[in-house]
T-cell receptor
Framework: SQTIHQWPATLVQPVGSPLSLECTVEGTSNPNLYWYRQAAGRGLQLLFYSVGIGQISSEVPQNLSASRPQDRQFILSSKKLLLSDSGFYLC???????????????FGPGTRLTVL | ELKVEQNPLFLSMQEGKNYTIYCNYSTTSDRLYWYRQDPGKSLESLFVLLSNGAVKQEGRLMASLDTKARLSTLHITAAVHDLSATYFCAVDIPQGGSEKLVFGKGTKLTVNP
């Protein structure tokens, strides 16, 4: 069965500090990978998605970046955090529409980031 | 641009009552998904609806899809406290090659004793 991991689970960082969040998927190959952010009490905002190693699509221009160095690893980074970067960061994976006929996404446990 | 609207955004109901959450979307699509999020937790997949007229049921929840009306409903029967959560619908972007979903803003459901 497939499993998705995220770490750390919680993080408190000062403004201007760097950020690295990691997401890994087990039990599948060549998944689509996604980073979402959810502000407190709000909906989901898609930040980045990737359909393969080194292939990153950015949805929202901001001070965040993403990388996919390995097939089942997705990293979210920032060089300098802003207060507005606080939120609940969710990684998700899917098999993808061409293979599965649909794009049901499965979410990791999330990282709660507080920028002070 | 595909837009997904859920209503109501907040729903407070009594145990034992029935209610329906609506999910409207703006562009033709025949792929719709429902998710549940408990407070402070991640999203859990509930239903995958893949064709016009599709109906899925799990316990007290039933989801349906009308692609002609661009509408999906999530019906709650005889609500219980354990159903308290935020429910999101999400729609596949129909343009070829895209692997994104567009999510509604979510409906926060509170079931009171």
């Amino acid at each position: 069965s497939q499993t998705i991991h995220q770490w750390p689970a919680t993080l408190v960082q000062p403004v201007g500090s760097p950020l690295s969040l990691e997401c890994t998927v087990e039990g599948t190959s060549n998944p689509n990978l996604y980073w979402y952010r959810q502000a407190a009490g709000r909906g989901l905002q898609l930040l980045f998605y990737s359909v393969g190693i080194g292939q990153i699509s950015s949805e929202v221009p901001q001070n965040l970046s993403a990388s996919r160095p390995q097939d089942r690893q997705f990293i979210l980074s920032s060089k300098k955090l802003l207060l507005s970067d606080s939120g609940f960061y969710l990684c998700a994976w899917s098999v993808g529409r061409p293979l599965a006929g649909h794009n049901e996404q499965f979410f990791g446990p999330g990282t709660r980031l507080t920028v002070l | 641009e595909l837009k997904v609207e859920q209503n109501p955004l907040f729903l407070s109901m009594q145990e034992g009552k029935n209610y329906t959450i609506y999910c409207n979307y703006s562009t033709t699509s025949d792929r719709l998904y429902w998710y549940r999020q408990d407070p402070g937790k991640s999203l859990e997949s509930l239903f995958v609806l893949l064709s016009n007229g599709a109906v899925k049921q799990e316990g007290r929840l039933m989801a349906s899809l009308d692609t002609k009306a661009r509408l999906s409903t999530l019906h709650i029967t005889a609500a219980v406290h354990d159903l308290s959560a935020t429910y999101f619908c999400a729609v596949d972007i129909p343009q070829g090659g895209s692997e994104k979903l567009v999510f509604g803003k979510g409906t926060k459901l509170t079931v009171n004793p």
